[in-house]
């Protein structure tokens, strides 16, 4: 079946812009997450959503960040007033559910010039 | 001290040779642990998980995981070029959801 599908795949921007990603779960899937790799901090944990539960935000670095899921699928992560530093590769994971092992998707690498 | 720690590599073996690599963690609340594969300029893709202390064997691979040392493995038998990647190690605690990766683990395949 289909995977975690994500875009755009790649993404430039000027610093200070608005970024949107989105994510596209594994049918069926109700369990959604969303990371980051960079090379200096590795791969790090940002968002997740189960179902009608409160997301878990404890990830997120700044108050810049922010993310959305509707209808229990789709979700938005959303960057206002980009830095370089947020150069990176976000990538998006689902599970079947709480305590299920997590797909990920091909990623969207952001570049902020 | 990081969270979930490997060593960067790169390791380099032999083709039909086993790789070995080790991944340790520091907070005893992680339950169950995860080895992705991680192709360049690729996300990663699953392996194998590894809930109970002991080993898990699936085709090739084999992890192995001992809670009171605080270590997980993966061995990967009759290594092959396609192997060459690199192998992220992450721990999720019983009552959470996200996982906590370690730098990964480059591993080079020599014909």
């Known amino acids: 079946g289909a995977g975690v599908s994500q875009s755009p795949s790649n993404k430039v921007t000027e610093k200070g812009k608005d970024v949107e990603l989105r994510c596209d779960p594994i049918s069926g899937h109700t369990a959604l997450y969303w990371y980051r790799q960079s090379l200096g901090q590795g791969l790090e944990f940002l968002i997740y959503?189960?179902?009608?539960?409160?997301?878990?935000k404890s990830g997120l670095p700044s108050d810049r960040f922010s993310a959305e899921r509707t209808g229990g699928s789709v979700s938005t992560l959303t960057i206002q007033r980009t830095q370089q530093e947020d150069s990176a590769v976000y990538l998006c994971?689902?599970?079947?559910?709480?305590?299920?092992?997590?797909?990920f998707g091909p990623g969207t690498r952001l570049t902020v010039t | 001290q990081k969270e979930v720690e490997q060593n960067s590599g790169p390791l380099s073996v032999p083709e039909g040779a086993i790789a070995s690599l080790n991944c340790t963690y520091s907070?005893?609340?992680?339950?169950?642990f995860f080895w992705y594969r991680q192709y360049s300029g690729k996300s990663p893709e699953l392996i194998m998980f590894i809930y109970s202390n002991g080993d898990k064997e699936d085709g090739r691979f084999t992890a192995q995981l001992n809670k009171a040392s605080q270590y997980v493995s993966l061995l990967i038998r009759d290594s092959q070029p396609s192997d060459s990647a690199t192998y992220l190690c992450a721990g999720r605690k019983a009552a959470g959801n996200k996982l906590t990766f370690g730098g990964g683990t480059r591993v080079l395949v020599k014909p």
């Open positions: 959503f189960q179902g009608n539960s409160a997301p878990d």
């Open positions: 907070d005893r609340g992680s339950q169950s």
């Open positions: 994971a689902s599970s079947q559910g709480q305590g299920h092992e997590q797909y």
